[in-house]
C-alpha cells in the first residue's frame, strides 16, 4: 500500500496493533440435545498496525462473533488469535470493544464512565482526572461531563463510548455496528468523527457494519463474508487517498466500490434468506 493511503503502516514484524487470526472457527450449540450451529467456518485474517478493516456480510454470518474471538469474550471452537504475535486468551485492555447500544453505565456521570477502566486499573486519582480531562476536551464534551447518559443525545453517548474504548489507550479497536442507533445525518457527522480520531490516534481498527458505504468510506480494507457458516469470500482494498471529505461519496471510484461490494453482498443474502431471484423481480 502506498504511503498516501495509510501513511501509518510500519514495516516492522509484528508492529504494535498487528493482529492475526489463524484458521479461527466457531461452534454453538443447537436447539435440540447434541445439535451444533456452525457460525464461522475457519477463518485467516491479518490486521497491520493502523489498519482500518471493516467485515462486511448478511446477518447471522459470524461478524460479531470473530470480533468477540479477538476481544478475548469468546473462545475459537478451532484456530487461535494473536495479538503482536502473543496469543490470545482472555479480554485485555490491549483491546478496546464498542457495542451498538453504547454500554455505558447509566449511573456513572460522563466523566466516571470516561475513567472507568481506568479506575479498574488502579490508576492514581490525579493521572485519571488528566487522561479524562484530555478525552473531555478532544470529544467536544467540555460543560457536558457531570451529565449521566440519559441525558444526552445519541452522538454524544457515542463519543462518550469513543472516549471511554481509547482512555486505556488500547492497540486494537474492535467497533460493533457503533452507528446502528444513530439517525443518518447524526451518523454521517460520527464516520467524519471517528476517522479524525483513527487519524490522531493511529489505532489498528477492526469495524462491523450493514453499511457499504461506510464501510468504503472509513476503511482502507474491506471483507465480505459468505452466508452462515461465515467465511471470507473476498477482500477489496479501498485505494482513496487520506484524509478523506464526504465529498468522495459522489466520486465514481467511490460508486465502483459500492457497485461491486452490493453485488458480492447481494448474492449472499439471497443465499442466507432462501429467497430466490425470480420472488424478488430480478
Known amino acids: 500500500m502506498s504511503a498516501n493511503l495509510n501513511p501509518w503502516r510500519s514495516n516492522r514484524p509484528n508492529p504494535a496493533g498487528s493482529v492475526t487470526v ?50 478475548g469474550l469468546e473462545q475459537p471452537t478451532t484456530g487461535r488469535v494473536l495479538l503482536n504475535g502473543t496469543p490470545v486468551s ?35 486519582p490525579a493521572a485519571q482526572a488528566a487522561i479524562v480531562d484530555s478525552y473531555v476536551a478532544e470529544m467536544g464534551l467540555e460543560g457536558f461531563d457531570r451529565l449521566y447518559p440519559v441525558q444526552l443525545s445519541g452522538g454524544m453517548r457515542q463519543r462518550v463510548a469513543f472516549a471511554r474504548a481509547l482512555a486505556n489507550d488500547p492497540k486494537i479497536l474492535l467497533l460493533d455496528e457503533p452507528f446502528g442507533q444513530l439517525d443518518n445525518q447524526t451518523r454521517a457527522l460520527m464516520q467524519e468523527f471517528l476517522l479524525g480520531l483513527w487519524e490522531r490516534h493511529r489505532k489498528t481498527v477492526l469495524f462491523v457494519t450493514h453499511d457499504i458505504d461506510e464501510a468504503i468510506f472509513l476503511s ?63
Open 220 to 282: 482502507n480494507r474491506c471483507a465480505v463474508f459468505t452466508a452462515r457458516p461465515g467465511a471470507i469470500k473476498s477482500e477489496t482494498r479501498i485505494e482513496l487517498p487520506y484524509p478523506r471529505h464526504y465529498t468522495v461519496k459522489s466520486g465514481g471510484r467511490f460508486s465502483d466500490y459500492r457497485a461491486r461490494l452490493t453485488e458480492e453482498i447481494r448474492a449472499e443474502s439471497l443465499k442466507s434468506t432462501q429467497v430466490g431471484p425470480a420472488f424478488l423481480g430480478t
Open 90 to 124: 482472555g479480554p485485555g485492555t490491549d483491546r478496546g470493544m464498542m457495542f451498538q447500544s453504547y454500554s455505558l453505565f447509566p449511573w456513572l456521570t460522563v466523566r466516571d464512565n470516561i475513567g472507568y477502566g481506568l479506575r479498574e486499573r488502579g490508576l492514581a
Open 22 to 71: 489463524e484458521q479461527v472457527s466457531k461452534n454453538y450449540p443447537g436447539a435440540q440435545r447434541g445439535a451444533v450451529v456452525e457460525a464461522l467456518q475457519p477463518i485467516s485474517l491479518e490486521l497491520r498496525e493502523a489498519d482500518f478493516v471493516s467485515i462486511l456480510g448478511p446477518s447471522g454470518c459470524g461478524k460479531s462473533s470473530l470480533l468477540r474471538i479477538i476481544a
